[in-house]
């Protein structure tokens, strides 16, 4: 698979939460029917990704599946990974997945059978009818076990309650559990070892900084689609003059962008401390800080531009795709710890160099 591809695919994977999405090929229609649904059911022999509010997946898929929706249910068989974020997740008693399970959703409920899962949950039910015939890997506040796991299970859990009325080990080899407090659990549920790791309460934090991520990301998205759109539809010009400032002029660009860091605050401080211009200081203050907040938006126009120049039969929608593609991408770069922070201050300064010097460009660079 292509790069070009390979970005295209997170891409729309990550911008699920703004759109419907249902993409497959190679797609062969039997005449079988669902009892529930009267559905055709499908045989898919190619990747697919799915995204809408209610998701019930009752196809064969002869590959692998990225599912988002808020209630998904999987009744179907998955002749691959699965890789699901939702809010509920119903893992039905006909499903059946042959790879792997990688699952983040506020509630799971699992009846049928996979090969090794590895979830986040706030509440993970194994039911009776369900069977994970490899590992059990979960991080979830609530986890109830009435199913069986063939090997081992790796939990990092607040609570676990088991079927008291199950007749043999539901966990057929060893248990490996994090908590902050040991818990007192029958040797008849586990064949193998029980090993207890305790932890501390922040460690249990977890969801809620991973939360604070998604949260991060969607406000970012969501604002850079707003100022994209309000360049490219409204301010035209100012687009190719941002990939200029970029392929152009990067010293001079880095310079004026090093130069207003400094000195726009300082000017704001002096207005304001005279008195007499008080308000022209909290206009350019208050310009000043959205200025600073566009400039990943600004930042990611200019690559995406140039990226859409290099490409043939460009368009203003590629142009609003690779935006926001290197918007995502500098997004993550600044989550590397280490270099996340050099990155961040890399696109403050050309973000906000290429907005001054932009206003300064007049001759048509188009």
């Excluded at 898919?44 to 209610?54: F, G, P, R």
């Excluded at 001079?252 to 401080?269: E, S």
Aim: with cysteine; charged share 15%; proline share 1%.
């Amino acid at each position: 698979m292509s790069k070009i591809k390979r970005i295209l695919i997170l891409f729309f994977i990550l911008l699920v939460a703004f759109s419907s999405i249902c993409m497959a090929t190679n797609t062969t229609r039997t005449s079988e029917k669902t009892s529930a649904t009267n559905k055709t059911a499908s045989i898919i022999n190619t990747d697919l990704y799915l995204a809408q509010d209610t998701i019930v997946l009752e196809d064969t898929i002869n590959a692998n599946a990225f599912v988002y929706g808020k209630t998904v249910t999987i009744t179907g068989t998955i002749h691959g990974d699965l890789l699901v974020a939702a809010n509920a997740l119903i893992i039905d008693e006909t499903a059946n997945i042959s790879g792997n399970l990688f699952a983040f959703a506020s509630a799971i409920s699992f009846k049928g059978t996979a090969n090794t899962v590895y979830a986040f949950s706030q509440n993970f039910n194994l039911e009776t009818t369900g069977s994970i015939t490899r590992d059990l890997r979960l991080y979830s506040s609530n986890f109830t076990l009435a199913g069986t796991v063939e090997r081992d299970a790796y939990l990092s859990v607040g609570k676990i309650a088991f079927d008291s009325n199950a007749t043999s080990s539901l966990i057929k080899g060893n248990l490996h559990y994090a908590a902050q407090e040991e818990m007192n659990i029958a040797k008849d549920f586990v064949a193998g070892e029980i090993k207890f790791t305790q932890t501390s309460s922040n460690e249990l934090e977890l969801s809620q900084i991973i939360m604070n991520y998604v949260t991060s990301f969607i406000n970012v998205l969501i604002y850079a689609i707003a100022v994209i759109l309000i360049c490219i539809f409204l301010t035209p010009k100012f687009v190719d003059k941002a990939t200029y400032c970029l392929e152009k002029k990067a010293f001079i660009t880095a310079g004026i962008g090093i130069a207003a860091i400094v000195l726009l605050p300082i000017l704001c401080l002096i207005l304001i401390s005279t008195g007499y211009l008080l308000y022209v200081g909290v206009a350019l203050l208050a310009l000043t800080i959205l200025i600073f907040s566009m400039t990943i938006s600004i930042f990611g126009i200019s690559i995406g531009n140039f990226i859409a120049n290099k490409l043939k039969n460009k368009t203003k929608g590629k142009i609003i795709l690779w935006s926001l593609v290197s918007v995502i991408a500098i997004w993550l770069l600044q989550k590397i710890p280490y270099i996340g922070g050099w990155i961040s201050i890399f696109t403050v300064v050309f973000g906000l160099g290429t907005f001054i010097y932009s206003l300064f460009i007049r001759k048509d660079i188009s």
